[in-house]
C-alpha cells in the first residue's frame, strides 16, 4: 500500500499527459474525420478518392507502424522536427479520424434523401442543406458510436509511451522499475484507466440519453 500511495502522485502526473493528448486528439481527430467523409460524399471523384485512400491505409496498418511512421519516420526529413507530444496527438488524431469519417459517413447516408429534396426545393444551398438539415439528425444516430470510438482512442494513447512520452504508462515503467513492485504499480495503473474509462461511458450515456434517446 505504501509503494502505491508514493507513486501515486507521479502516476497521476501521468494521466494529466494521457488526458491532453486525449482531449486534443478527439477533436482533432472529429475535424478530420468530418472532412474525410464529406470528401467520401463529394461528387469530385479526385477528392473521393484521396479520402478513400486515406481511410484504407489508415485502417488496414497497426496504430504503432503509423506512430513509428510519424515521430521517427517524418522525423527522418531533412525539413521536419517532431516533438514527442505533437506525434502522438497526430497520430491519434489521424488515426481516429479515419474510424469518425466511416462513423459520419454512415450517419449521413442514413438521413432519408427525401429531407434533403425538400430543403433544395425550399431554396437552401447545399451547405446549409448539410449543416441544418442532415448533420444534426446524423448526429444523433451516430453519437453511441463516436463515443465507443473516442473509448478506443483513449486506450491507444497507452501505447504512446514506446515513443518516450511521459504518460501515465510511461511512468507506470519508470516506477515498476525504480520500486521492484511491478504487480502494484501496474494494478494501479489498471485501475487508474479503468476509472477513467468507466466515467467516459457514463458521460457517453448521459449524453446519449439527452441527444438520443429524448
Given amino acids: 500500500m505504501d509503494t502505491i500511495l508514493a507513486a501515486l502522485p507521479y502516476l497521476l502526473a501521468g494521466l494529466k499527459v494521457t488526458l491532453y493528448i486525449f482531449f486534443f486528439s478527439i477533436i482533432f481527430g472529429f475535424l478530420v ?3 474525410t467523409a464529406l470528401m467520401r460524399l463529394t461528387s469530385i471523384k479526385p477528392l473521393n478518392w484521396v479520402a478513400k485512400v486515406f481511410v484504407d491505409i489508415i485502417r488496414g496498418t497497426p496504430f504503432i507502424v503509423q506512430l513509428f511512421f510519424i515521430y521517427f ?10 516533438d514527442r507530444t505533437v506525434a502522438g496527438i497526430i497520430t491519434v488524431s489521424l488515426n481516429a479520424g479515419a474510424y469518425f469519417s466511416e462513423i459520419i459517413r454512415a450517419g449521413i447516408q442514413s438521413i432519408d434523401k427525401g429531407q ?14 448539410m449543416r441544418f438539415i442532415v448533420l444534426p439528425q446524423a448526429f444523433r444516430r451516430m453519437l453511441p458510436t463516436i463515443t465507443n470510438q473516442s473509448i478506443i482512442s483513449f486506450k491507444d494513447t497507452s501505447l504512446l509511451s514506446i515513443i518516450g512520452i511521459a504518460d501515465i504508462v510511461q511512468k507506470g515503467k519508470v516506477q515498476a522499475s525504480t520500486t521492484f513492485q511491478p504487480f502494484e504499480i501496474w494494478l494501479t495503473v489498471g485501475v487508474i484507466y479503468f476509472i477513467v474509462i468507466y466515467l467516459l461511458s457514463v458521460l457517453a450515456s448521459f449524453v446519449e440519453r439527452r441527444f438520443v434517446l429524448r
Fill in 33 to 35: 474525420g468530418l472532412i
Fill in 73 to 82: 519516420g517524418l522525423n527522418g526529413l531533412d525539413f521536419i522536427s517532431l
Fill in 116 to 129: 434533403t429534396e425538400a430543403a433544395r426545393s425550399l431554396g437552401l444551398t447545399q451547405a446549409h442543406t
